[in-house]
C-alpha cells in the first residue's frame, strides 16, 4: 500500500467549498499545517474566517470522511481554526484596536424588541465561538443590566480605563452600570456625545471577534456620534411587520447609508406567533411587511424572529432566550441572524481593497 502525500491529501479535500466565497477550500488557503506519519496517521488544521462559522462542523466532518477515504491513511484528525478578518483601516485602529468587527443594531422606533435582538445576537456569536462583547449605547433607557442580570459600578484601572462587567461569556458596557437602577439620565447632546466617547476610547475591551452596539432607537444624537466616531463594519436594522415600524426602519437604514457603512440585513421580530397547541402560524401584526422593505431597499431579510411569550420573560429575569431556552423557534431564528452577519462579514472582509500606509501593508486576501 502506497503511502498517502500532500498532494493527495489536497485533492481529496478540493471538493469541498465555502458556500459563501464559492470556492474550495484549498483554493481560499483554508487547509493548513498537514502533518503525515509513518503508519498513516493524518492530521491538518482548516483555518476559518471566523470562529463563529456557522458551517464548520460540515466543512470537519466532509475533510475528515474526504481524506479517511484515501488509500494508506489509518486515521484523519481535523483541527477547526479560526483568523476572523477584519476590514478596519490604520486611521481606524486608535478607536476600539482589538476589536475586529463592530456590529450596529439599530432600529428607527422604540418598541421593537432591538435590546432582546441585540443580547441574543451577541450570545448566539458567543455560543459559536468568538469572542464577543455588547455595548449598551441607549443612554437615555439602557436595558442590559436587567437583561443579563448585572449590576454595579465596574472597576476602573490605575490609568483610568473601565474594565467591562461580564455575563454568560459576554463583556458589557452599559451606562446603566455607571447611574444605578433608578437613577435617570437628564442629560443634553454634548454630554451624550462625551459619555458615547468614552466607551470607545476607555473602556478595555481586549481582542473581541466581534462587538455588537445596541443603539439607541431612531437617528439623535447617540446613534449619530457612534455612526460618525466608532469603526462599524456593518449593522443590523430590526423592525417589526407593522407598516408604522417600517417607515422608521428605512429611515435608520438611509442614516447607515449616508455614513457609509452596510447594512447586512434586516431582522423582523415578533414575525409571527406560534400556535404551541397545533403549530400553526399567526401573523399578530400583519404579514411580508419585512421582506416587503428588504426587497425595496435592495438588502436581504436576514431573521424572522417568532413572537414568543417567554422571549420577555427571560429578559426580565436576566436569562435571556438563548440561555434559556436555547432549543426554541425564537433561538433558532436568531442562531439564523447570527449566521447570516458573520457570513456577510467574512465576505466584505475579504473583498476590502488592499490598504497601505507608509509603515504596514494592510492586505485582505480571500
Known sequence: ????????????????????????????GFVKNIEIASDGRVSFKIELTTPACPVKEQFQSAAQTAVAALPGVSSVEVEMTANTRSAKRPTEQEVLPGVKNVIAVASGKGGVGKSTV?????????????????????????????????????????????????????????????????????WRGPMVHGVVQQFLSDVLWGELDYLVID?????????????????????????????????????????????????????????????????????????????????ELNVPLVAQIPLQPDVVDSGDTGKPTMIAQPDSSAAAAIRELAGSVVRKLSLLNAEAPPILDSNIEWVNTP
Open 1 to 28: 500500500m502506497s503511502a498517502v502525500t500532500e498532494a493527495d491529501i489536497l485533492n481529496a479535500l478540493r471538493p469541498i467549498q465555502d458556500p459563501d466565497f464559492n470556492r474550495s477550500i484549498v483554493d481560499l
Open 118 to 186: 441585540s443580547v441574543n445576537l451577541a450570545l448566539a456569536l458567543a455560543q459559536m465561538g468568538g469572542e464577543v462583547g455588547l455595548l449598551d449605547a441607549d443612554i437615555y433607557g439602557p436595558s442590559i443590566p436587567l437583561m443579563l442580570n448585572v449590576s454595579g459600578t465596574p472597576e476602573v484601572t490605575p490609568d483610568r480605563k473601565i474594565i467591562p462587567r461580564e455575563s454568560y461569556g459576554l463583556r458589557l458596557m452599559s451606562i446603566g452600570f455607571l447611574v444605578g437602577d433608578d437613577g435617570p439620565v437628564i
Open 215 to 295: 443603539l439607541p432607537p431612531g437617528t439623535g444624537d447617540a446613534a449619530l456620534t457612534l455612526c460618525q466616531t466608532a469603526p462599524l463594519s456593518g449593522a443590523v436594522i430590526v423592525t417589526t411587520p407593522q407598516e408604522v415600524s417600517l417607515i422608521d426602519a428605512r429611515k435608520g437604514l438611509k442614516m447607515f447609508e449616508r455614513v457609509n457603512v452596510p447594512v447586512l440585513g434586516i431582522a423582523e421580530n415578533m414575525s409571527y406567533f406560534l400556535c404551541p397547541s397545533c403549530d400553526a402560524r399567526h401573523h399578530v401584526f400583519g404579514t411580508g411587511g419585512g421582506a416587503r422593505t428588504a426587497e
